[in-house]
């Protein structure tokens, strides 16, 4: 044989040989304790139309190949730094697949998407809010759609990966950092951003309904990865975590969906809510065949579930007083969360045999870990046997209250009159310390406690309320400032050129039934007291070493 017919040959070998080795796989398994590997990798998947799942622990791996089909080509897509199962394709091996690869990723949600070439649609949602990339799934598949899991640090390595492709669509959805939206503007992007997670799940699920029309939604609030809420076949519709949020309700009664399907028992109360509030049918799907291999009639088993990452939402009673000095019902929240919470009571007495409904009109802003006193003017007679039913909705913002705290409570009585009597007679904003400098005075012969809130913020694209955590004490009859932290940019500060203060204030640390609450203009300070000092202390050293050394020349010279 010739030495070019070896030659040709060779070269053909060597390109033919990746296609006989390679293995088109038709079924996807992610390996990671990480649920944005986990939701990359099922979205990676569902977009390639390829069956898949994913570990929940490590005991796990066994029993999930017990229900896949032993002609699979399995491919693993693994944590290189948090898998469930270390070479997990031998113990697939060993199970009698016939093919199995792993993949090793260390961000998913960035190194998968190299593998979709053909994808020009993007959807891009907070890292920090799990809820969202649930919501947004259905939309991505049915559009051809990768959605990124973007926080400030990724922006610029998905700004480039998207700058490499031709983009021919780009959706900014819920809450983003000023830094991701200001990154992505030259992508002429869409924005659903109505400040409420649930007007956001709204407008994804019309989106979907255009393009694929159906009567059945499924029911979910976000909080967890199961395979058919990934799967993308029907919209995700939000039904709040205990109670249904109005716009939730209100959207099913006008709309043409007819059937829902719940995923998961944990959130029963709030599908029978729905049910019985709107007419439509609720299907709960809690449970599935069992997989385990054991002798007689396998019990079912509970779904596969991967949390991920939800805000921790938790509200207390402190306490519940009548004061029979004040004629008023004191009612103490104390919130155990990491994030700024709305709450609105209704709450019903029992007394002398009679009942009384007091409640609040409007939601009430309280700050993560802190107190907040809601006050009821209530002329009561007897005093003997009071009770009460407190029934509060609470939630992220003023218009998703979807969680519940109900409790029965004995009424305490006081008789108590609060002499604190407050003013803020300044608030600054300092720019490089970044915080909000807020003077009040007690103008009271005894010491005051405060909490402060600023209302209505304009910080980037988005306006809020933000407060102390934490109330300060005042001594009597002096002032103290107060420091509330906030970035804010220099575009910032026209738009807040006043602002409107809120102070709690009373003699007790934690009961502060009275309110001062005014709008006051923002004055802008560049630099701390303490930076002051320093500069000034400097030029003092400067100026002393000058006379020194003009001292020390005049007796060199002899002056």
Same mark, same amino acid.
């Given at each position: 044989?010739?030495?070019?017919?070896?030659?040709?040959?060779?070269?053909?070998?060597?390109?033919?040989?990746?296609?006989?080795?390679?293995?088109?796989?038709?079924?996807?398994?992610?390996?990671?304790?990480?649920?944005?590997?986990?939701?990359?990798?099922?979205?990676?998947?569902?977009?390639?139309?390829? %069956?898949?799942?994913?570990?929940?622990?490590?005991?796990?791996?066994?029993?999930?190949?017990?229900?896949?089909?032993?002609?699979?080509?399995?491919?693993?897509?693994?944590?290189?730094?948090?898998?469930?199962?270390?070479?997990?394709?031998?113990?697939?091996?060993? %199970?009698?697949?016939?093919?199995?690869?792993?993949?090793?990723?260390?961000?998913?949600?960035?190194?998968?998407?190299?593998?979709?070439?053909?994808?020009?649609?993007?959807?891009? =949602?907070?890292?920090?809010?799990?809820?969202?990339?649930?919501?947004?799934?259905?939309?991505?598949?049915?559009?051809?759609?990768?959605?990124?899991?973007?926080?400030?640090?990724?922006?610029?390595?998905?700004?480039?990966?998207?700058?490499? +492709?031709?983009?021919?669509?780009?959706?900014?959805?819920?809450?983003?950092?000023?830094?991701?939206?200001?990154?992505?503007?030259?992508?002429?992007?869409?924005?659903?951003?109505?400040?409420? /997670?649930?007007?956001?799940?709204?407008?994804?699920?019309?989106?979907?309904?255009?393009?694929?029309?159906?009567?059945?939604?499924?029911?979910?609030?976000?909080?967890?990865?199961?395979?058919?809420?990934?799967?993308?076949?029907?919209?995700?519709?939000?039904?709040?975590?205990?109670?249904?949020?109005?716009?939730?309700?209100?959207?099913?009664?006008?709309?043409?969906?007819?059937?829902?399907?719940?995923?998961?028992?944990?959130?029963?109360?709030?599908?029978?809510?729905? +049910?019985?509030?709107?007419?439509?049918?609720?299907? =709960?799907?809690?449970? +599935?065949?069992?997989?385990?291999?054991?002798?007689?009639?396998?019990?079912?088993?509970?779904?596969?579930?991967?949390?991920?990452?939800?805000?921790?939402?938790?509200?207390?009673? $402190?306490?519940?007083?009548?004061?029979?000095?004040?004629?008023?019902?004191?009612?103490?929240?104390?919130?155990?969360?990491?994030?700024?919470?709305?709450?609105?009571?209704?709450?019903?007495?029992?007394?002398?045999?009679?009942?009384?409904?007091?409640?609040?009109?409007?939601?009430?802003?309280?700050?993560?870990?802190?107190?907040?006193?809601?006050?009821?003017?209530? %002329?009561?007679?007897?005093?003997?046997?009071?009770?009460?039913?407190?029934?509060?909705?609470?939630?992220?913002?003023?218009?998703?209250?979807?969680?519940?705290?109900?409790?029965?409570?004995?009424?305490?009585?006081?008789?108590?009159?609060?002499?604190?009597?407050?003013?803020?007679?300044?608030?600054?904003?300092?720019?490089?310390?970044?915080?909000?400098?807020?003077?009040?005075?007690?103008?009271?012969?005894?010491?005051?406690?405060?909490?402060?809130?600023? $209302?209505?913020?304009?910080?980037?694209?988005?306006?809020?309320?933000?407060?102390?955590?934490?109330?300060?004490?005042?001594?009597? /009859?002096?002032? +103290? /400032?107060?420091?509330?932290?906030?970035?804010?940019?220099?575009?910032?500060?026209?738009?807040?050129?006043?602002?409107?203060? =809120?102070?709690?204030?009373?003699?007790?640390?934690?009961?502060?039934?009275?309110?001062?609450?005014?709008?006051?203009?923002?004055?802008?300070?560049?630099?701390?007291?303490?930076?002051?000092?320093?500069?000034?202390?400097?030029?003092?050293?400067?100026?002393?070493?000058?006379?020194?050394?003009?001292?020390?020349?005049? $007796?060199?010279?002899?002056?």
């Amino acid at each position: 044989m010739g030495k070019k017919k070896i030659l040709l040959i060779f070269v053909f070998a060597l390109i033919l040989i990746p296609f006989i080795s390679a293995v088109e796989f038709n079924h996807v398994i992610s390996n990671s304790e990480n649920w944005q590997d986990v939701y990359s990798t099922m979205h990676y998947a569902n977009l390639q139309e390829i %069956e898949n799942d994913f570990l929940t622990s490590v005991n796990h791996g066994q029993l999930l190949l017990n229900g896949i089909s032993k002609s699979k080509s399995i491919q693993v897509i693994t944590s290189k730094d948090k898998p469930f199962v270390f070479n997990y394709p031998s113990m697939i091996l060993t %199970e009698g697949f016939e093919n199995a690869e792993e993949i090793e990723v260390k961000e998913a949600n960035l190194e998968l998407i190299e593998e979709l070439d053909k994808i020009k649609n993007f959807i891009i =949602v907070d890292d920090s809010y799990g809820y969202n990339a649930i919501a947004v799934t259905p939309y991505a598949l049915i559009t051809n759609s990768w959605v990124f899991l973007a926080n400030k640090h990724n922006i610029n390595e998905i700004d480039k990966i998207l700058s490499n +492709r031709k983009t021919e669509k780009v959706i900014l959805y819920g809450y983003l950092d000023r830094e991701i939206r200001d990154t992505l503007e030259k992508y002429n992007p869409e924005t659903i951003n109505n400040k409420d /997670k649930f007007e956001d799940n709204i407008q994804i699920v019309e989106k979907f309904l255009k393009l694929k029309n159906t009567k059945q939604v499924l029911l979910t609030n976000g909080a967890f990865i199961e395979k058919e809420i990934i799967g993308g076949k029907e919209p995700i519709l939000f039904t709040g975590n205990e109670n249904v949020p109005d716009q939730i309700r209100d959207y099913l009664k006008n709309s043409e969906i007819e059937i829902g399907v719940l995923i998961g028992n944990e959130l029963m109360s709030a599908a029978t809510n729905i +049910r019985r509030s709107t007419g439509i049918s609720v299907m =709960v799907k809690f449970a +599935r065949g069992a997989r385990s291999e054991n002798d007689g009639i396998s019990a079912v088993e509970g779904l596969d579930l991967f949390p991920v990452p939800t805000p921790i939402l938790e509200l207390e009673i $402190e306490s519940i007083k009548y004061n029979t000095m004040m004629d008023q019902l004191e009612l103490t929240y104390k919130s155990n969360a990491n994030l700024p919470m709305y709450l609105k009571g209704t709450i019903t007495i029992i007394a002398d045999g009679e009942t009384i409904r007091l409640g609040d009109s409007d939601p009430i802003f309280i700050t993560p870990g802190g107190y907040k006193t809601t006050i009821y003017s209530l %002329e009561l007679n007897d005093f003997n046997d009071l009770s009460a039913n407190v029934y509060t909705i609470f939630g992220e913002t003023d218009s998703s209250l979807d969680y519940v705290l109900q409790e029965d409570r004995i009424i305490d009585t006081i008789d108590i009159i609060d002499r604190c009597e407050i003013e803020i007679t300044s608030i600054k904003y300092n720019k490089q310390s970044k915080e909000f400098l807020i003077n009040v005075k007690n103008k009271a012969d005894v010491s005051c406690w405060t909490t402060l809130e600023i $209302e209505d913020l304009e910080v980037g694209y988005e306006e809020k309320t933000i407060g102390t955590e934490e109330p300060t004490r005042i001594s009597k /009859k002096s002032s +103290r /400032k107060i420091i509330i932290q906030e970035e804010l940019l220099e575009e910032d500060f026209e738009s807040n050129s006043f602002i409107n203060v =809120v102070a709690h204030y009373g003699e007790r640390q934690t009961s502060l039934i009275k309110i001062f609450s005014g709008r006051f203009e923002l004055k802008i300070t560049i630099l701390t007291t303490l930076t002051y000092l320093i500069i000034l202390v400097i030029l003092i050293i400067i100026g002393l070493l000058f006379l020194y050394k003009k001292a020390k020349k005049d $007796e060199d010279e002899g002056y």
